[in-house]
Every structure is written in structure tokens, then in C-alpha cells.
């Protein structure tokens, strides 16, 4: 990319700038910036502003996983797309009884906006034999349950198998041998269980899947030899936008929550659920004297354990079109929020 840029930040929150190409083959410059807040007390309905961390970072620019990278689940999805459609709700955290009494089941409710879902967090059990069948064992009593994909339903076995939406999950075995006192999940729907060692159900999570992963996968499009004589290494034609959408299934806004969003987590701690409104901050990305767009709020990012919210709003300019090298970041003042082109 020959075009180059300078991003002026007028704000107090910290940025992070990339350059990027659209799939129309447009240069860009992204501009993107993080705020961290501090969750309030669990328990009951929190009606004020949320309070801004001590300690404010830019989201980091590559994928974080919380281990082998490629092989766990995603902590953090890396920055380094130019737009995604709508908003990414992630949720961080464990299922808890309430009062701190060990339960054999808890279950677990998230909704941010029209955003909702809800599952079941179950003990731990095991197939064992009896009657020469393999039967699962009652589950265990618990007090915190880790709310990550490696405790839903799916896996990938030495025989070749795979869940392709979950391929880190637990639940799938190539034989009863296999599955002889193996793990089934902890993390299940409201309405499903396994019924035997061969049977499958549909995982659940509240965290952000990997782009290998299904769904989004099918969404990165045809790299075929027609791609390679003629774009490569520009993105495909068919490639969907949705392919930089890393939400679990029921946690993406088809369109970019705005803040004021009424969020409420049940089943996450021992004092109770949290209720609180995620925060309002408009922000503006200026290419030169006059020209404007609005940045989106494109990822909400829950964590209980560490009590944070993270919020990150993301912009781009089409370099092109830019009479001048600069631009500029600041608040939105009230006429100006929500203005100007969304890049797609």
C-alpha cells in the first residue's frame, strides 16, 4: 500500500491505526479505539454511568488464545479487519450457584440489548459401563464452572472426526473404547443432552470463535485457481463480511449497538445477576477540513472474572479519496454522532 496517513488521536482513550484493503480493493487507514470500564457489584440493578478502568490499552492487534494458538479456544479476536457488521458481544467468565452452595446445575443467561443466550453449565461426568452399555455418571456438585468453549460439546479425535464449530470442545470419541470413562461437556443447550456416546448436540459458548472455525469460515470465500490467476492475494469476490464476525451464535448485533444497551448476566456469580447499561460515547474520524464518519461500536467484551467491560469503536477512511495525509479522531459532538458513510 503506497498511500500513507497520519492519525492524530483528540482523544483520552488509547487508539490503534492499520492500514487495510476493503474487498473492493480500496486503500484504507483504520483507526480503532478501546475503552475499559469496571464492572459494577453483582446482585442488584446498577443505575449509574460505569466508571473508566485505572489502566486503559488498545485492544491488541492479533488473535490471543487462552492456549495453544490454532488449538484452544480465542481469548481476544485480533483488530486487524477494516469493518465488522454489527456489534461482537464475547462473555468471559464461570457459572456459579447461587449463595456459593454447590449445584450439580446452574443455569446461565446473557443479554446485551436484543442480543440473548442461554445454557446450561452441568457437573462433571463420565461414561462408564454397566449392563454392557455405556451409561453417563450422575453429575458432580460445583461451585465454578469455566465458561469456555474446551467445556461444550465438540473435539476433534485421532480417527479424524471433528465438530467443525467447536473443534477444541469435548463430547465426540471414534469408539465406545475411547469414550470409557472419558468427559462429556459441562456446557450444554437449555433443552439437549447427550444420550449416548454417539450422539451429538449443538455447541454452546459465550466467548468469540476462531475464523477457522464454523460459522465464519464459510464465509472467507473461493481461493481457487481463478482466484489465484486473477486477485490473489486481494480478497476474494464471495468473500462475506461476516467472516470478521467472531460472536458466538446469538451474541452478534446485526447492527452497531450504540451504548445504552441494558445488560444483565444471570448465573455468573454467588451474589446474583449483573444489571447495568453499557456506556454512550460517540466518536467521529475526520478526513481533512470537512469530511467525517462516525466510528461503530463493534465489540463488547464481558469479563466477570477480571470485573471489566471493554468496549472498541472502529473507523476507516478510503486513502484515495483524501486530498490531505491527515486525519483525525475526536468526540462527536451532538449533530455529528452516528454521521457520515459506514464502510462495507
Known amino acids: 500500500m503506497s498511500s500513507l496517513y497520519r492519525i492524530y488521536n483528540q482523544t483520552t482513550l488509547p487508539?490503534?491505526?492499520?492500514p487495510s484493503l476493503s474487498r473492493e480493493?480500496?486503500?484504507?487507514?483504520?483507526?480503532?479505539?478501546?475503552?475499559?470500564?469496571?464492572?459494577p457489584a453483582p446482585g442488584r440493578v446498577y443505575e449509574g454511568r460505569l466508571e473508566l478502568a485505572a489502566e486503559q490499552h488498545p485492544a491488541p492487534l492479533a488473535d490471543v488464545w487462552s492456549g495453544e494458538p490454532g488449538h484452544s479456544s480465542l481469548r481476544w479476536e485480533g483488530q486487524a479487519v477494516y469493518c465488522r457488521p454489527g456489534t461482537d458481544i464475547h462473555v468471559?467468565?464461570?457459572?456459579?450457584?447461587?449463595?456459593?452452595?454447590?449445584?450439580?446445575?446452574?443455569?446461565?443467561?446473557?443479554?446485551?440489548?436484543?442480543?440473548?443466550?442461554?445454557?446450561?453449565a452441568?457437573?462433571?461426568?463420565?461414561?462408564?459401563?454397566?449392563t454392557g452399555e455405556l451409561h453417563a455418571t450422575p453429575a458432580l456438585p460445583f461451585d465454578r464452572m469455566p465458561l469456555c468453549w474446551e467445556r461444550a460439546y465438540g473435539g476433534t479425535t485421532?480417527?479424524?472426526?471433528i465438530v467443525a464449530q467447536n473443534p477444541v470442545g469435548v463430547g465426540l470419541y471414534d469408539s465406545a473404547k475411547a469414550a470409557t470413562d472419558a468427559a462429556l461437556p459441562n456446557l450444554l443447550p437449555l433443552d439437549e443432552d447427550l444420550r449416548s456416546w454417539r450422539s451429538a448436540i449443538r455447541p454452546v459458548g459465550l466467548g468469540p470463535i476462531a475464523r477457522h472455525w464454523q460459522p465464519r469460515v464459510r464465509y472467507a470465500g473461493t481461493y481457487d485457481q481463478a482466484w489465484q490467476?486473477?486477485?490473489?492475494?486481494?480478497?476474494?469476490?464471495?468473500?462475506?463480511?461476516?467472516?470478521?464476525?467472531?460472536?458466538?451464535?446469538?451474541?452478534r448485533a446485526e447492527?452497531?449497538?450504540?451504548?445504552?444497551?441494558?445488560?444483565?448476566?444471570?448465573?455468573?456469580?454467588?451474589?446474583?445477576?449483573?444489571?447495568?447499561?453499557?456506556?454512550?460515547?460517540d466518536?467521529?474520524?475526520?478526513?481533512?477540513?470537512?469530511?467525517?464518519?462516525?466510528?461503530?461500536?463493534?465489540?463488547?467484551?464481558?469479563?466477570?472474572?477480571?470485573?471489566a467491560l471493554t468496549m472498541v469503536w472502529r473507523g476507516a477512511a478510503p486513502l484515495e479519496r483524501l486530498g490531505v495525509t491527515e486525519l483525525r479522531v475526536r468526540d462527536a459532538l451532538p449533530w455529528e454522532a452516528h454521521a457520515g458513510e459506514a464502510l462495507q
Open 122 to 130: 452441568v457437573g462433571e461426568r463420565r461414561w462408564i459401563r454397566a
Open 158 to 161: 485421532p480417527g479424524g472426526k
Open 255 to 281: 447492527s452497531p449497538l450504540r451504548g445504552g444497551e441494558e445488560v444483565i448476566l444471570e448465573g455468573m456469580h454467588p451474589d446474583g445477576a449483573w444489571a447495568f447499561r453499557l456506556p454512550t460515547h
Open 229 to 251: 490467476d486473477h486477485r490473489a492475494p486481494l480478497w476474494p469476490a464471495d468473500m462475506d463480511l461476516r467472516l470478521f464476525s467472531a460472536a458466538a451464535p446469538g451474541l
Open 283 to 307: 466518536f467521529i474520524l475526520l478526513e481533512g477540513a470537512s469530511r467525517h464518519r462516525a466510528l461503530a461500536l463493534d465489540v463488547v467484551d464481558i469479563d466477570t472474572e477480571a470485573r
Open 15 to 18: 487508539d490503534l491505526s492499520f
Open 92 to 120: 468471559h467468565g464461570h457459572a456459579c450457584p447461587p449463595g456459593g452452595r454447590p449445584a450439580k446445575a446452574v443455569c446461565v443467561g446473557v443479554r446485551v440489548g436484543r442480543c440473548q443466550v442461554r445454557l446450561r
Open 25 to 39: 480493493d480500496h486503500n484504507l487507514a483504520v483507526v480503532t479505539l478501546t475503552a475499559r470500564y469496571r464492572l
